[in-house]
């Protein structure tokens, strides 16, 4: 238990030079990091979106430079800031994206205005399948609350909920729960939704349904049986 997700962001000066000396002292943090079973992430601004190096956005480059030690955390407004296409630059690093965070912002002529989750034009829905569907962590900011903050906070929680019994690209996770150690393991990861596992002690299997009928997993052999 405890914290298993640290998150840093790129330097001010995006030259390639500083981008590969903050490669390495990221890399070092990450290491010391998984020795402790915990991650380092890189989060972006819209300044590291906007700044090109090789066809690339500075963001992209100095995750390339830290050689899969790094994960993404990738805030989805700050991507459509920097004049990216949020999802696109979600599934392009796919691989690499371990966290999502959300922001969302109304264009009005050159200028835009940050709002409540939903209440802007940034695909909030398309970044939010792609995080359920690939386990990612998600975090929602607001930092300015153009109607006021208790209603742009009611605002963005409602939004998400709503997002949340949506159940197209849908990933469950099987997984056991050690009572004694609190240790997880993962059983067996399922592209869809499974509900309400119980186990059998006497045949040492889970049961639980899925699309309107009834799955046993046997926990000796792994195998499944309708």
């Known amino acids: 238990s405890g914290i298993r ?14 981008l590969q ?7 070092r943090l990450a290491d010391a990091l998984a020795a402790l079973g915990a991650e380092l992430l890189l989060h ?10 090789a066809g690339k956005t500075a963001y992209e480059r ?24 949020p999802e696109a630059l979600l599934w392009r690093n796919a691989g690499r994206v371990r966290s999502l965070h959300f922001k969302d912002f109304l264009r009005e002529g050159d200028k835009l205005t940050e709002v409540a989750v939903g209440n802007g034009i940034v695909d909030i829905t398309a970044c939010f399948q792609f995080a359920r569907a690939f386990g990612c962590t998600q975090v929602a900011d607001v930092d300015n609350y153009p109607v ?14 709503r997002l949340s019994a949506i159940r197209e690209n849908t990933v469950s996770y099987l997984n056991m729960l050690d009572v004694k150690t609190g240790a997880v393991r993962t059983l067996k990861r399922f592209d869809g939704v499974i509900e309400a596992p119980n186990w059998l002690k006497k045949s040492n299997r889970i049961l639980y349904n899925a699309e309107g009928l009834m799955y046993a997993y046997n926990l000796d052999s792994g195998e499944i049986a309708q």
């Open 44 to 53: 972006n601004e819209a300044s590291d979106i906007e700044t090109k190096i």
């Open 62 to 85: 100095l995750l390339d430079l830290c050689l899969g030690k790094v994960g993404a955390q990738v805030d989805v407004g700050w991507v459509f800031a920097g004049g990216e296409d």
């Open 5 to 18: 997700q640290f998150v840093v962001k790129s330097p001010q000066d995006l030259s390639e030079e500083t």
């Open 21 to 27: 000396q903050a490669a390495l002292n990221d890399m």
């Open 148 to 161: 006021g903050r208790k209603e742009d906070l009611a605002t963005t929680h409602d939004t998400l909920a």
